[in-house]
T-cell receptor, first 111, second 112 residues
Framework: DADVTQTPRNRITKTGKRIMLECSQT?????MYWYRQDPGLGLQLIYY???????NKGEISDGYSVSRQAQAKFSLSLESAIPNQTALYFC??????????FGPGTRLTVL | QKEVEQDPGPLSVPEGAIVSLNCTYS??????FMWYRQYSRKGPELLMY????GNKEDGRFTAQVDKSSKYISLFIRDSQPSDSATYLC????????????FGKGTTLSVSS
């Protein structure tokens, strides 16, 4: 089984809809992250969490919210999706001695 | 000036060539440096993780960090078609990367 899983893997939705992307990990890491990747822009950090009670905004948090339900689960929500949120979304966890480990990604299209 | 600069390529080489991938950065506080490989429609995969200046080797891959020049490199020896992917450099000030700053990635194509 994969260490970091994301659901759904693909999602098409309409402008104004609420969307939730889910991430689960079996690596036992405390730290989890959400990134988006756009062609030509690289990876940008949306939110990160050091433990269940510690959630922090990244560089592009506007329009997004997160929930850390447990050590192993970190969800990203788009309360009212807009077309420029069309992107590839990645969840990651980190080991202090070894860096960050990424999930397979969710391809989100907002029409 | 972007914090991390990386030539997007594409870079095309024949099988067996030595590949050199590079990033420059402006923030002298960066201490942790990483290289990720990303295949199309997949998540980034951690290849190399280094601290401060110096070299680190792992199989066909060698990572070099020159903090005095704010320059990092990834060398791939005996390149294979399976190495065809996008390579992302990433760096952070703190251990494990509170906030990893990524380059935009270099696309590599290795032809057989």
């Amino acid at each position: 089984d994969a260490d970091v899983t994301q659901t759904p893997r693909n999602r098409i939705t309409k402008t104004g809809k609420r969307i939730m992307l889910e991430c689960s990990q079996t690596k036992g890491h405390d730290r989890m992250y959400w990134y988006r990747q756009d062609p030509g822009l690289g990876l940008q950090l949306i939110y990160y969490s050091f433990d269940v009670k510690d959630i922090n905004k990244g560089e592009i948090s506007d329009g997004y919210s997160v929930s850390r339900q447990a050590q192993a689960k970190f969800s990203l929500s788009l309360e009212s999706a807009i077309p420029n949120q069309t992107a590839l979304y990645f969840c990651a966890t980190s080991d202090p001695d070894r860096g960050q480990f990424f999930g397979p990604g969710t391809r989100l299209t907002v029409l | 000036q972007k914090e991390v600069e990386q030539d997007p390529g594409p870079l095309s080489v024949p099988e067996g060539a030595i590949v050199s991938l590079n990033c420059t950065y402006s923030n002298s506080a960066f201490q942790y440096f990483m290289w990720y490989r990303q295949y199309s429609r997949k998540g980034p995969e951690l290849l190399m993780y280094t601290y401060s200046s110096g070299n680190k080797e792992d199989g066909r891959f060698t990572a070099q960090v020159d903090k005095s020049s704010k320059y990092i490199s990834l060398f791939i020896r005996d390149s294979q078609p399976s190495d065809s992917a996008t390579y992302l450099c990433a760096m952070s000030e703190s251990q494990a990367g509170t906030a990893l700053i990524f380059g935009k990635g270099t696309t590599l194509s290795v032809s057989s």
